[in-house]
């Protein structure tokens, strides 16, 4: 609770970013997204245009590949662009579907590239692309290769998002965006990167065996109430945090609604140092209520957590 600043102590929107490493971005936002949860959860109600202007005013944090990052991390996340271009995508072969798309694909590569550098920054709706009228559908990258061209250039660091118009990217070459920064190795990055990692988890399994970090104060956690999003670092390894809080804990949004044992975006409900139970609110943007769908478990201090949230979101409990 402590590595992962759940324990009350977190100050503001910058140093919580910088002590946990990054923050996963995601559209999906049933009470809030998920990058404004994470911080609620340790921070309480928060500005959360204090997260834009860090991001794309001062400059203080980067977005790359849907991560929020502080900018001091840069060398470690341009190491693995440039592992990328290298090796490809996969962690563990090379990717030759990716190669071969990219040759495929080398004129829109091209084009892609050389508007950008005149004209960024860009939407992808600037970018015209041809694509024919039976062309398949992809459920993430749409009908065409653009998106996925767009993606792909991003995550080997040939362009990077300098911006957002609503939930759209807006594109520019990545030394318009990104301040100069030493060059790695991908094993010194990746060496630091677990180091970092295992700082913010505070404990970690090797084994069959703990291991708790030696700087992580041991003193005792305070009894706060508060909900955790899906995407929380606490949560996010189902199996971890089951083995550390018997808590077995799964996303069912994708899971058909009569197959489902809970709900369809619940939050673990924390309180102190356990995992106690857990609820389903949803903000009604429109009405601008905030209602609870169900909750399960130990919620004898749900109402806390979701006084605290709705002050976050500026609504009205239902």
Do not use: C
């Amino acid at each position: 609770m402590r590595a992962q600043l759940l324990d009350g102590s977190a100050r503001n929107v910058l140093d919580t970013i910088q002590h946990l490493g990054f923050l996963q971005l995601d559209p999906i936002s049933t009470v809030a997204p998920p990058q404004h949860l994470v911080l609620w959860s340790r921070l309480g109600p928060f500005d959360t245009g204090e997260l834009d202007r860090l991001l794309w005013k001062e400059r203080r944090l980067f977005e790359y590949d849907a991560f929020v990052y502080p900018v001091e991390d840069l060398p470690l996340q341009r190491a693995r662009m440039a592992r990328r271009r290298r090796l490809g995508f996969n962690k563990r072969k090379r990717d030759l579907w990716a190669r071969e798309f990219l040759n495929e694909n080398a004129r829109l590569r091209r084009y892609i590239l050389r508007e950008v550098e005149r004209n960024g920054p860009l939407l992808s709706r600037d970018l015209k692309e041809d694509v024919s009228g039976d062309a398949d559908r992809h459920a993430w990258w749409g009908r065409g290769p653009l998106r996925l061209m767009l993606d792909m250039l991003a995550g080997r660091g040939e362009i990077a998002v300098a911006g957002r118009v609503g939930t759209n990217r807006l594109w520019d070459l990545p030394e318009r965006v990104w301040p100069e920064a030493e060059t790695l190795s991908w094993r010194e990055a990746e060496r630091e990167l677990e180091q970092r990692r295992r700082r913010a988890q505070g404990a970690w399994l090797v084994r069959g065996e703990w291991h708790v970090h030696p700087d992580v104060p041991e003193d005792p956690v305070p009894d706060r109430a508060t909900l955790l999003s899906p995407f929380d670092r606490l949560v996010h390894d189902r199996a971890r945090a089951e083995a550390l809080f018997d808590f077995y804990y799964r996303l069912e949004m994708y899971v058909p609604k009569a197959k489902r044992e809970y709900g369809y975006y619940v939050l673990p409900l924390l309180v102190g140092d356990r995992l106690v139970g857990r609820a389903e609110p949803r903000f009604d943007r429109k009405t601008g209520n905030l209602e609870l769908l169900g909750a399960w478990g130990d919620t004898s201090r749900l109402d806390e957590a979701l006084d605290d949230l709705a002050t976050f979101l500026g609504a009205s409990p239902s």
